[in-house]
């Protein structure tokens, strides 16, 4: 029988192999790590079963085996300076790993991946090396482990190395869950596998003694004093690099020249018009460098990660634009990247099926990404050349941290980038001062939304390991059920009691209320007893199998074991069903308008709207809005029933249903038939038929990032009462024009001209006494002259921006070589323009003047080299921010 050789032969048989060993083989996570805030992407197999690994959460097997698709490029696992230079550093791999929560431990796990290894895939044992811990600061040597090792291999110490904590020795803090590991180690590149040898890092191009395989076993519980005591519950965590066993099975000493790697690299070099592994070592860089990123640019736009400047948008906007950066060093001018991701589609989509789903998103997202950037590189390249606010450390070229960030947070250059600029030109960056800009964008930037509370969330996870079964959902057949009083929770802990007017979560085994998941908001209603009533607020369903009812007191008190009815709030209840069969509609409506890149993005469905976050890059025309409502009320009108057919995620694929990136489907699934053609897989209520929604409308559409944008809906009475606001509105304008309602267009335009007219006389007024035209004195008369140029810092009597911008560049030119600022009171706030004229832009800076004086009246701007404006809010000191001008030129 032959080996397995390719990366899809190896992670196959990897998943087959523990398979036949009792794992359960489950389908990789997202990278994007559901419900943990602590990890910008999953990192590592164990991510999707940490709380498995605590024993917060109970699952039906014991045994795990996945392939994992993980991504490492902050905190202590950033690679990303090394990719492309190194044999085996990436953004993005694939984790191969078997998981033990509480069964087998060193022995299976050390035998496990030894017949995986020397059996399955044939490697020769003589070409291995063990580790276990050997022993540190008083932790104990895994003598156990070298037992195991020495009976299941039959080799010596020699080949079995002792090593210190810092390789072998895990540890998820500085107290709690901890324990050895366990290496095995291959010779690759083809040098001699000489044991002696072990311990050196392994060349650039790979060749050395290679980690190949992991694994944790989680054996102590560390108190406070360090002491160690044996857990209850002792557990296996392992992991393996598929890219590194692909090196090994086919014979290459570079992860890049396997086939998960090598076509990309090959189709960038062509792209090129250069060779791939040619005489030029950088070339091959930026080829590498090329094949890794469009790997992690796919994988995350797949699931719905988008560029952008915060958290996981702003990791990925730095991958992409490294990668074009990378282009343009090979010489490449057109748009290429789209094409790498392309081929990333083709290669992973059959193993991880969002690629292939999502590909006109992929393309569309990777193609704008790359223009924009495109244009904005040489702008950022040129403010670098011509920036003067240098300073000198030593014998460096420091470039301030705020301009740092304002390349990053105005043109999109990340700070990684900047740095590269920086070797090539001789700077470096002030990374402190960049950090205290970033945060300081951050505060302001942030929203003030609340969030569930780390100790609530643990105590909603103790809440679900008390139940003897996940709570079961009846409410797509009713509104009203019965059951008993589970578990109540207060102030983050679990009670056995509530009394009136207090706030608490209630737990039934069963319930009809809907707990907020899919973008649908949870039930309200009534939860009663014979001694209590609670009026139900939210459902919510915090974790798998759990489902929460946050309610007050308003009657009564309730006790654990109570029996209770529970009553949906009918009324929202329909209204929410009926918008989230239209959002269905408008999603397939959006499609057949816009095409199949008008993608989901996110939604909220409530009683009250509807909104529906889809990819796209421009704003839908009224005549497209027109076609979205009556394709969606066609189907509404034609009163079709709404069909539910529960089935398996895999023959849901198969028939072609719509699956969102947001969700995490399970292996069973309820696929939603809504109006002609839309087919979507989803959990939520939905009205018995099309025509119970009554009437879809769309309230706006507007942006909310870059290539997505958000339709706000309305349906049935809401709908309604939409409408006739919108009427009400035309009868209250056309009241007030005088003009009857089949009037109304025509009388507003005839006001808008004549609104144009006076202001254009406004202007000339303002213009021409800012002019100093309605007096006898001449603002150019006050210029000072400092060198060979004219200085003159001028209060206008007028506040408006584009008058000052006329009066600014009139004085300028009158004055011929020079350097003026015009200010002038807008209501309450300040305006500034200044101008140098051309011949001293070389001397003096308009938009870093304005940006001086601007800060006096507590404000900011910036601008060209020749023409800058700015802001303030402190008109009290104008006079003394046009003062400044005189002192910053003489300086």
């Known amino acids: 029988m032959s080996k397995p050789r390719t990366a899809d032969e190896l992670r196959r048989a990897f998943l087959s192999f523990f398979e036949s060993k009792g794992h359960t083989v489950v389908a990789s996570s997202g990278v994007v790590p559901k419900g943990d805030a602590t990890l910008l992407f999953a990192n590592s197999g164990m991510v999707q079963f940490k709380d498995l690994f605590s024993g917060k959460e109970k699952r039906a097997y014991k045994r795990a085996t996945s392939a994992q698709k993980c991504i490492r490029m902050s905190g202590k696992h950033n690679d990303l300076e090394n990719v492309g230079r190194t044999a085996r550093h990436h953004t993005f791999f694939e984790m191969l790993g078997n998981f033990s929560f509480g069964d087998y431990f060193k022995r299976d796990a050390i035998a496990f991946a030894w017949e995986f290894l020397t059996v399955t895939c044939g490697i020769p044992k003589e070409r291995l090396v063990i580790t276990v811990f050997g022993g540190e600061d008083g932790l104990p040597a895994d003598d156990e482990a070298r037992a195991i090792w020495r009976e299941v291999t039959g080799f010596g110490d020699d080949r079995i ?6 390789d ?11 324990g050895p590991c366990t290496e095995i180690h291959y010779a690759m590149g083809g040098i001699e596998p000489n044991p002696e040898t072990f311990g050196h890092e392994p060349t650039p191009d790979g060749k050395g003694w290679v980690e190949i395989w992991n694994n944790v076993f989680m054996q102590f519980d560390r108190s406070t004093d360090g002491k160690l005591t044996p857990l209850p519950m002792q557990s296996v965590d392992t992991g393996m690099g598929l890219e590194r066993l692909c090196s090994v099975m086919q014979g290459v000493s570079s992860n890049y020249e396997t086939d998960l790697l090598r076509p990309l690299a090959e189709l960038a070099g062509e792209i090129a018009g250069k060779k791939y592994g040619g005489t030029d070592g950088e070339d091959d860089v930026s080829m590498r460098v090329l094949a890794d990123h469009a790997r992690l640019t796919a994988i995350c736009l797949s699931e719905g990660v988008t560029p952008s400047n915060e958290g996981r948008g702003s990791a990925l906007r730095s991958v992409m634009r490294r990668a074009i950066r990378h282009a343009k060093k090979l010489g490449i001018e057109d748009v290429l990247f789209h094409k790498l991701c392309e081929r990333v589609i083709e290669m992973l989509g059959p193993t991880y099926p969002s690629l292939t789903e ?3 998103f992929i393309v569309a997202q990777t193609k704008s990404e790359e223009v924009l950037f495109r244009e904005k590189l040489p702008i950022g390249q040129k403010l670098i050349r011509e920036f003067g606010g240098w300073r000198v450390e030593g014998s460096s070229r420091v470039m301030p941290g705020d301009f740092a ?15 590269v600029i920086g070797e090539e030109q001789g700077f470096i960056v002030d990374h402190r001062e960049f950090e205290r800009a970033r945060e300081a964008f951050a505060e302001i930037s942030k929203g003030s939304g609340g969030s569930i509370s780390k100790g609530t969330a643990d105590v909603f996870k103790q809440a679900r390991l008390g139940l003897e079964k996940p709570v079961t959902f009846t409410g797509y057949d009713r509104e009203e059920d019965t059951s008993s009083i589970a578990l109540i929770i207060r102030d983050g802990e679990i009670v056995t009691s509530a009394n009136e007017g207090e706030s608490v979560y209630l737990v039934t085994p069963v319930t009809p209320f809907y707990g907020e998941s899919g973008g649908q908001v949870g039930d309200r209603g009534v939860i009663e007893g014979k001694d209590f009533v609670a009026m139900v607020a939210d459902t919510q369903k915090p974790v798998d199998g759990l489902v929460v009812h946050h309610a007050t007191i308003k009657r009564g008190s309730v006790a654990k074991g109570a029996s209770v009815k529970l009553t949906v709030d009918h009324d929202s209840r329909s209204a929410t ?4 069969s239209a959002t269905h509609l408008l999603h397939w409506a959006l499609r057949k308008v816009l095409g199949p890149t008008a993608t989901q993005r996110g939604s909220k469905v409530g009683p009250d709207t509807l909104r529906f976050d889809y990819a796209t890059e421009r704003a839908l025309t009224p005549s497209e809005i027109t076609t979205i409502e009556d394709l969606v009320n066609k189907d509404i009108l034609a009163n079709l029933p709404v069909r539910t057919d529960v089935t398996s995620q895999d023959e849901a694929r198969k028939s072609g249903a719509m699956m969102i990136f947001e969700e995490n489907y399970g292996d069973v699934v309820r696929m939603l038939h809504i109006g002609s053609e839309s087919v979507e897989l989803c959990g939520g209520t939905h009205a018995n038929r099309t025509g119970d929604i009554g009437l879809f409308k769309v309230v706006s559409d507007e942006p909310v990032a870059r290539g997505v944008r958000r339709v706000v809906g309305t349906t049935g009475l809401n709908a309604l009462a939409h409408m006739r606001e919108q009427e009400s509105r035309v009868r209250e304008a056309a009241l007030a024009l005088k003009a009857g309602p089949s009037e109304l267009v025509d009388r507003v335009k005839r006001v808008v001209e004549e609104q144009k007219d006076l202001q254009k006389q406004v202007r000339a007024l303002e213009k021409k006494l800012a002019e100093g035209g309605a007096s006898s004195s001449d603002p150019t008369a006050e210029a000072r002259t400092v060198g060979s140029a004219k200085v003159l810092a001028y209060r206008a009597p007028v506040g408006d921006a584009a008058t000052l911008r006329e009066v600014a560049e009139k004085l300028r030119d009158k004055l011929g070589s020079a350097v003026v600022a015009v200010a002038g009171v807008d209501g309450a706030k300040v305006a500034l323009v200044c101008t140098v004229s051309k011949d001293l832009v070389a001397k003096y800076n308009a938009g870093r003047l304005v940006k001086e004086l601007a800060a006096v009246v ?12 700015a802001g303030g809010t402190d008109v009290t000191k104008i006079d003394e921010a046009l003062a400044k001008l005189y002192e910053l030129v003489t300086a």
């Open 161 to 166: 190395i002792g090593m210190g904590k810092k």
């Open 168 to 178: 072998n020795f895990w540890t998820m803090g500085d107290t709690g869950p901890c």
């Open 358 to 360: 999502q590909r006109e």
């Open 405 to 419: 960030f304002d390349l990053y947070s105005t043109y999109g250059f990340p700070l990684d980038l900047t740095e």
């Open 577 to 580: 069903r009926r918008n989230h």
């Open 858 to 869: 507590g404000g900011g701007g910036g601008g060209r080299p020749d023409m800058a404006q």
